[in-house]
């Protein structure tokens, strides 16, 4: 991507390296804080009504708000975050990574402010836009769920992308554009490759089928038109037992042809 090459050598002393880590300890401080302090989660929390009322902070703190969960969930979610996002990070180069992270943030926030009506937006769809990135990338990545059930990613991608669909189809206005922003990055990055791919896919199908249709022998071919089973699949044929050696014709043919060579009675 010309524009990312660009990017980089404008930006690159801008790029923050690690950057996974730093939001992981970071949630991890936020929900200690929020089991001392339950009231301390709603004031990290993105609530577009309150930033316009000049609560500011919001914009940024809302990136470190914890997932709800208990603390075991929470160090495995962590884990698998800064996991996913180092292994992205690695990939891509820091800048890219921040890039894509950019934004979903951007995304979110932007798209949150397009119903400020709504109580709460939350930013926890950013993790999942890393998370689908990761997989896309590593599809057959092992996790074992539960710490037992070895299952590889690209299928926890696939329910993934089932529950925002419920979201998007199920949910209110903001579940529906947060979840419409947690994947304008991951289509940013991953949408021509995906239209590749569907071509080439499409290709390889419509490839094999014509071989498959070309080498077939067909079994019953019209003497009047040459027609086949193989050129009409949807063709009848019938034989004539008037014509030497019961030669076989389409049904448009069969009642009009010319008989050769009588068979012998």
């Not at 902070?57 to 996002?85: D, E, H, Q």
């Not at 926890?124 to 890393?130: H, T």
């Not at 289509?187 to 199908?205: A, E, P, T, W």
Request: with cysteine.
């Amino acid at each position: 991507m010309k524009w990312f090459s660009y990017l980089e050598r404008r930006l690159r002393p801008l790029a923050v390296e690690h950057i996974t880590l730093a939001i992981v300890f970071l949630q991890g401080l936020c929900y200690v804080f929020t089991m001392a302090r339950p009231q301390f989660a709603e004031r990290i929390v993105l609530i577009p009504n309150k930033v316009l009322s000049g609560e500011v902070w919001r914009l940024f703190t809302c990136v470190l708000t914890p997932p709800p969960t208990n603390p075991l969930f929470l160090f495995f979610a962590l884990y698998m975050f800064w996991m996913m996002g180092s292994a992205l990070e690695n990939h891509w180069g820091a800048l890219r990574y921040n890039l894509y992270l950019l934004i979903g943030y951007v995304a979110s926030v932007a798209l949150a402010f397009a119903a400020p009506h709504e109580e709460q937006a939350t930013v926890i769809y950013l993790q999942g836009s890393v998370f689908l990135a990761f997989a896309c990338l590593y599809p057959d990545f092992t996790i074992l769920v539960f710490f037992i059930l070895p299952v590889k990613v690209k299928w926890l991608a696939l329910l993934t992308w089932i529950g925002y669909a419920a979201a998007f189809i199920g949910g209110d206005v903001m579940a529906r554009l947060l979840v419409v922003a947690s994947v304008i990055n991951f289509f940013i990055f991953f949408g021509r490759d995906i239209l590749f791919r569907s071509k080439v896919v499409r290709d390889v199908h419509r490839h094999v089928k014509k071989k498959a249709v070309s080498g077939r022998q067909p079994f019953h071919t019209c003497a009047a038109c040459g027609v086949t089973d193989v050129s009409n699949h949807t063709m009848e044929f019938r034989y004539c037992p008037q014509c030497a050696g019961t030669l076989c014709y389409c049904i448009e043919h069969i009642a009009k042809h010319e008989h050769r060579g009588m068979a012998s009675g």
